[in-house]
């Protein structure tokens, strides 16, 4: 539902460093921190029946919301593969369309944090390793068919000790590990 206290299809949610919690609430197209002591909303962005791409006030169909080391946040938009990082206090430092993708799913940053991987939730899926200051990708993870294609693959996360990614592969219903390098 739209009213509140009442959540439109919340995709995945994060304990904040201060102990609120952060989800996408994308059916009503706004990103909550919630403080689970009052179960109040503290920060909203977006609002319900505005789902348009105008970051922070107006978000179209977030399905992400990841924190950062540094506090900030990734915005994953659905609608035209938009991502936004946002400061906890609503400023966007950039906001940029991931190449290649058609629906994202879940952005995080690299592990050197200067960079952004997000898997695009379709079939044939991708992941798509960009440079936010450019536009341009680094590094993808595409095979139209056959057993290492991906299909709906709703996260991707750099290992830490090799840098290959993690692909969680929704409706294949599997986790896989794929070698940066050989793919």
């Not at 690299?110 to 450019?134: E, H, N």
């Amino acid at each position: 539902g739209r009213s509140e206290g009442l959540l439109n299809y919340p995709d995945d949610s994060h304990l904040l460093d201060d102990g609120k919690f952060l989800t996408a609430d994308i059916r009503n197209c706004r990103v909550l921190i919630i403080d689970p002591k009052t179960s109040k909303v503290v920060t909203q962005w977006g609002e319900p029946g505005q789902c348009k791409h105008k970051p922070p006030q107006q978000l179209a169909w977030p399905n992400g919301a990841t924190p950062m080391a540094n506090g900030d946040i990734l915005v994953s938009e659905i609608t035209d593969a938009w991502i936004s990082r946002i400061t906890r206090a609503g400023q966007v430092l950039w906001s940029v369309r991931a190449p290649n993708i058609r629906y994202p799913s879940d952005a995080f940053p690299t592990l050197d944090g200067k960079q952004v991987i997000v898997a695009d939730f379709s079939k044939p899926g991708r992941v798509v390793i960009f440079d936010p200051t450019t536009g341009k990708p680094t590094w993808d993870y595409f095979v139209k068919d056959g057993d290492t294609s991906l299909d709906h693959p709703s996260i991707a996360r750099e290992l830490p000790d090799t840098g290959d990614i993690l692909i969680v592969d929704d409706l294949h219903d599997r986790v896989i590990v794929v070698d940066r390098k050989t793919k």
